[in-house]
């Protein structure tokens, strides 16, 4: 079993910077592939950024390049997101997701929700213009 736990979230104006932490519990997170996605109000859960096991692999959505990054630290059972050059419309809930096993295939699959195994409760993020 494993626990996520977002953090960082919060109300910023259009332009500025947040980095949302993900805490993950247990012993399989340096195997583990971790992603971020987020919803907002009456849309889907869309993909935003994932990480490999080995963190050599990081993969984005098209939105949001060049503006954020994923990054892990295993030595803290930690993922991170830092989100530059903020939009109104990058406000949603942000969740953490973890696939707890090594994965040797293509980018496509970091981008579905069903490829992870577990979810944080979401952190929000609102930007406002």
């Known amino acids: 079993q494993v626990q996520l736990v977002e953090s960082g979230g919060g109300l910023v104006q259009a332009g500025g910077s947040l980095r949302l932490s993900c805490a993950a519990s247990?012993?399989?997170?340096?195997?583990?592939?971790m992603g971020w996605f987020r919803q907002a109000p009456g849309k889907e859960r869309e993909f935003v950024a994932a990480?490999?096991?080995?963190?050599?692999?990081?993969y984005n959505t098209d939105s949001v390049k060049g503006r954020f990054a994923i990054s892990r630290d295993n030595a803290k059972n930690t993922v991170y997101l830092q989100m530059n050059s903020l939009k109104p419309e990058d406000t949603a809930i942000y969740y953490c997701?973890?696939?707890?096993?090594?994965?040797?295939?293509?980018?496509?699959?970091?981008?579905?929700?069903?490829?992870?195994?577990?979810w944080g409760q979401g952190t929000q993020v609102t930007v406002s213009s």
């Open positions: 247990g012993r399989t997170f340096s195997s583990s592939a």
């Open positions: 997701a973890a696939r707890p096993r090594i994965f040797l295939g293509g980018s496509d699959y970091y981008t579905r929700p069903q490829f992870y195994d577990y």
């Open positions: 990480i490999s096991w080995s963190g050599d692999s990081l």
